[in-house]
């Protein structure tokens, strides 16, 4: 079930906000069992025969979170820390099952030319993302960032719970362990939470989805070899540039505003990340709950940046890159898409450029470096493999015998600079520019309620017509 549908926005949210604050109102044991029962059933809605596997994923870690916490407080630790590593290996190998095991066999079979027979194994959509949230369970227990639920349906509902359950952002245990018991609903939330979720269906119902138009062509031009110029090549490319930023931050912005609705505060996605003037910095603004899992969880366990030796801290990166890549897909593009960055990280810390030094000058350079890279990442992140990324590429950067201009791209550009134009102004932060400088609060608040409420209407007829696509982070 899309959130960018008429069918959650009018028929499963309202009667979801009907039980839980009126039926159910004030009884919080209930009210998380509903919200568990109807997380399920968000899920079953497009895949019935998976929710089998997030029960079975529930069950494991939360045995796993009490066996750890028992362990602990009689202060066998080694036991705890087994536990720990059979409970990270049990989900990597659910994940490795049903999104690498196809991936991993092609590949043999063409290293060793040898004919094993790849079984057909669908993916359950946002498997990587509830698979770590299970994972962030277990660890926090152990590392004493939240208490042990007892209830299995506490734990269910942390790992399930559907605002965040397809596409993220990755809640940490951590963040909202006591949110789960003692939570507080109130209007100021309810409403701000309203608020985010229509700003997050206008990104992706309006922005995201005109720029997909644009980018399918360019990529579908590229594929079938059919006369992809310069221009259009970077005018696909930019397009789906902004096509991800708004798909993915806009259902980050629909998941916090509707987990706001019912309490929850989960932590920010995004933070501009296209105003970045490093790749460094650029990952510290783009998906953030995966970089910060990463780091947590990977990076400084294996001693971080504070190891002894430049090639340990490199390795350290190497292989936070190298999951960072495969976590999205099992192709080489994004095994390639995730050596870029780490090739550039490195390349950052060890360097001699002083990344810190300020200046207009300096800081445009900075950002023209860190948009060309972050859009070129794009371009092999969105190719179907290796060959066909390299072929778009070199079309980019001229390096074969491609157009320049072309009908094609004179006829998009057309039809779509209004989209282009206020994706780029909408990239960058005029929302704080404008609270500062519009002091008077009554004026303020019309305003954005008036704006906010276009925003709802023109995004719902868009959808009546039909003009939306899956997000992009679905298949993660």
Request: aromatic share 20%; charged share 15%; net charge positive.
């Amino acid at each position: 079930m899309l959130f960018s549908s008429i069918i959650f926005i009018f028929m499963f949210l309202p009667i979801v906000l009907v039980g839980y604050y009126i039926i159910l109102r004030k009884v919080r044991i209930l009210q998380n069992i509903f919200l568990f029962f109807v997380s399920l059933f968000f899920y079953a809605w497009g895949e019935p025969r998976f929710v089998l596997i997030m029960i079975g994923s529930i069950i494991f870690n939360w045995a796993a979170g009490l066996i750890v916490s028992s362990y602990k407080e009689a202060g066998s630790l080694t036991k705890a820390k087994f536990v720990i590593a059979a409970d990270v290996i049990f989900n990597i190998v659910i994940i490795f099952i049903f999104k690498y095991l196809m991936f991993t066999i092609e590949n043999i079979d063409r290293l060793f030319n040898i004919q094993i027979a790849i079984p057909q194994i669908a993916l359950p959509i946002g498997i990587s993302f509830f698979t770590f949230q299970a994972i962030s369970y277990v660890v926090d227990v152990f590392r004493g960032k939240g208490a042990a639920q007892k209830n299995i349906i506490n734990v269910g509902l942390y790992i399930s719970f559907f605002p965040q359950l397809i596409a993220g952002p990755i809640v940490r245990y951590e963040t909202v362990a006591d949110q789960i018991k003692n939570r507080k609903e109130t209007f100021e939330d309810f409403s701000k939470g309203c608020t985010r979720f229509m700003i997050g269906l206008g990104k992706k119902v309006l922005l995201s989805n005109s720029m997909a138009v644009v980018a399918d062509q360019a990529f579908s031009l590229a594929q079938v070899d059919s006369g992809l110029s310069v221009s259009m090549a970077w005018l696909g490319a930019i397009a789906y540039t902004l096509q991800i930023f708004f798909d993915f931050s806009g259902y980050s912005d629909m998941a916090i505003g509707l987990g706001r609705m019912f309490g929850f505060h989960f932590l920010e996605n995004f933070n501009y990340p296209y105003i970045a003037k490093s790749a460094t910095e650029f990952w510290r603004r783009w998906h953030i709950s995966l970089g910060s899992w990463f780091r947590d969880y990977i990076y400084i366990p294996l001693g971080g940046s504070r190891v002894s030796g430049r090639l340990r801290h490199i390795f350290n990166l190497f292989v936070v890159w190298l999951c960072t890549g495969i976590w999205h897909g099992a192709n080489w593009t994004f095994v390639l898409w995730g050596m870029m960055y780490f090739i550039l990280l490195v390349a950052e810390k060890y360097l001699p450029v002083n990344f810190e030094s300020t200046g207009k000058m300096k800081n445009c350079l900075k950002h023209v470096y860190t948009m060309f890279f972050v859009i070129i990442g794009w371009v092999i992140f969105r190719a179907d493999n290796l060959h066909m990324a390299l072929e778009y590429l070199k079309t980019m950067l001229c390096f074969n015998d491609a157009s320049i201009l072309d009908d094609t791209f004179w006829e998009y550009f057309r039809q779509y600079t209004v989209y282009l134009a206020a994706g780029v102004f909408f990239s960058i932060p005029v929302k704080k520019y404008f609270e500062d400088k519009c002091r008077v609060g009554w004026v303020k608040d019309a305003f954005c309620a008036i704006i906010i409420l276009l925003i709802f209407l023109v995004s719902v007829s868009f959808i009546v017509k039909g003009s939306y696509n899956p997000f992009i982070y679905f298949n993660f």
